[in-house]
């Protein structure tokens, strides 16, 4: 079972940068893909940013596309995602995921970490 822990969140005014990280530990990580998540308040959960852990390709939702950054650290277990030139609409819990196979879904997820940007 794979144990997933997001942290980097927090407060920020718009304009500005977060950096997050989701370490991941286990007894052996090679997933097919990692990515991250968020839910806004009365908002569905939506896809942010995904990425290939072994080929690094990356994916990216339309709204974050030229201000996300995510990538990976295959070493260290670990999945970043710099945030640069924030919204207040980018305000949500920020989740990232694990997806095992090519076939599989997201199916071990981490707590959470709150950003919030204030205009």
């Known amino acids: 079972q794979v144990q997933l822990v997001e942290s980097g969140g927090g407060l920020v005014q718009a304009g500005g940068s977060l950096r997050l990280s989701c370490a991941a530990s286990g007894r052996t990580f090679s997933p097919y893909s990692m990515g991250w998540f968020r839910q806004a308040p009365g908002k569905e959960r939506e896809f942010v940013a995904a990425?290939?852990?072994?080929?690094?390709?990356?994916y990216y939702a339309d709204s974050v596309k030229g201000r996300f950054t995510i990538s990976r650290d295959n070493a260290a277990n670990t999945m970043y995602l710099q945030m640069n030139s924030l919204k207040p609409e980018d305000t949500a819990v920020y989740y990232c995921?694990?997806?095992?196979?090519?076939?599989?879904?997201?199916?071990?997820w981490g707590q959470g970490t709150q950003v919030t940007v204030s205009s």
């Open positions: 995921a694990v997806k095992s196979g090519y076939f599989s879904e997201y199916d071990s």
């Open positions: 990425i290939r852990w072994n080929v690094g390709s990356t």
